[in-house]
């Protein structure tokens, strides 16, 4: 059997943590930045885990990453 391709453009926007947890960039971060509090915009700069419906998702397209 050949290896599984995994989505390019999943494995730039998604990492894995150590423990196996699915991480992502929030949204929202990039326009309408004056608007939002210092406090906003901070915790826009952390990742934040997946729910766990989202993971599987992007689990089966990086088959090699878990």
């Known amino acids: ?4 391709k995994s989505k390019r453009g999943v494995r ?3 990492k ?8 992502a960039y929030h949204a929202g971060k990039i326009h309408f930045k004056r608007k939002k509090r210092a ?3 901070r915790r826009l700069r952390q990742k934040q885990v997946l ?12 088959p090699y990453s878990f």
């Open 16 to 23: 894995v943590s150590g423990t196996g947890k699915v991480m």
């Open 51 to 62: 729910a766990k419906g989202d993971a599987r998702k992007v689990k089966r397209m990086l």
């Open 1 to 4: 059997m050949p290896k599984i």
């Open 39 to 41: 406090n906003t915009k």
């Open 12 to 14: 730039r926007r998604f």
